[in-house]
């Protein structure tokens, strides 16, 4: 697509729910990630991945966080049994090394946990 | 840790004046991007100079790499009240593959 397409853009679920957050990348980019903004925080590392696989997983919160990424494109990160403090925006972004390594972001996924 | 630190963590000036930005960062890097964000949704991607370059400049931005320092800054010159918004920096170190790093950001002010 033209940009890194994200849904959904606003999310409200209850405590304790599962949520899927959903990133379509700039097609051609092989490089994806996914971070976490809280209200006037700077940007927190979730994941990134290089094609399908995950060479760091470090910034994931716990084990309530996963990530997958099918066929070198979509990705899916869920958050099992959503906790308040999981409220934030989730920023997806993707590159490569044609783009020059330049980051492309999506307008984020809000998630309000209630 | 990695992260760049942009600093100041806030800045309000004057439409027309200067306003500058400093990162700074820990690894050897193999680039480093300047970003711009509004009212908390993405981010728009302002400028990249790489490790080997010393200058860049694009339009009223002006941006610098001390590679010696670990650091460098973001020049916005004659600003606009449409400046106001959030500038972070970000470094993707040589040991750490494309794994880009952002630091807190600046939250500039452009005040009419």
């Known amino acids: 697509g033209a940009g890194v397409s994200q849904s959904p853009s606003n999310k409200v679920t209850e405590k304790g729910k599962d949520v899927e957050l959903r990133c379509d990348p700039i097609s051609g980019h092989t490089a994806l990630y996914w971070y976490r903004q809280s209200l006037g925080q700077g940007l927190e590392f979730l994941i990134y991945f290089q094609g399908n696989s995950a060479p760091d997983k470090s910034g994931l919160p716990s084990d309530r966080f996963s990530a997958e990424r099918t066929g070198g494109s979509v990705s899916t990160l869920t958050i099992q049994r959503t906790q308040q403090e999981d409220s934030a925006v989730y920023l997806c972004?993707?590159?490569?090394?044609?783009?020059?390594?330049?980051?492309?972001f999506g307008e984020g996924s809000w998630l309000t946990v209630v | 840790s990695q992260q760049g630190e942009e600093d100041p963590q806030a800045l309000s000036i004057q439409e027309g004046e200067n306003a500058t930005m400093n990162c700074s960062y820990k690894t050897s890097i193999n680039n480093l991007q300047w970003y711009r964000q509004n009212s908390g949704r993405g981010l728009v991607h302002l400028i990249l100079?790489?490790?080997?370059?010393r200058e860049k400049h694009s339009g009223r931005l002006r941006v610098t790499l001390d590679t010696s320092k670990k650091s460098s800054s973001l020049l916005i010159t004659a600003s606009r009240a449409a400046d106001t918004a959030s500038y972070f920096c970000a470094t993707d170190a040589k040991d750490y593959g494309q794994n880009f790093v952002f630091g807190p950001g600046t939250r500039l002010s452009v005040l009419p």
């Open positions: 100079i790489r490790s080997n370059e």
């Open positions: 972004a993707s590159s490569s090394t044609i783009s020059g390594n330049t980051i492309y």
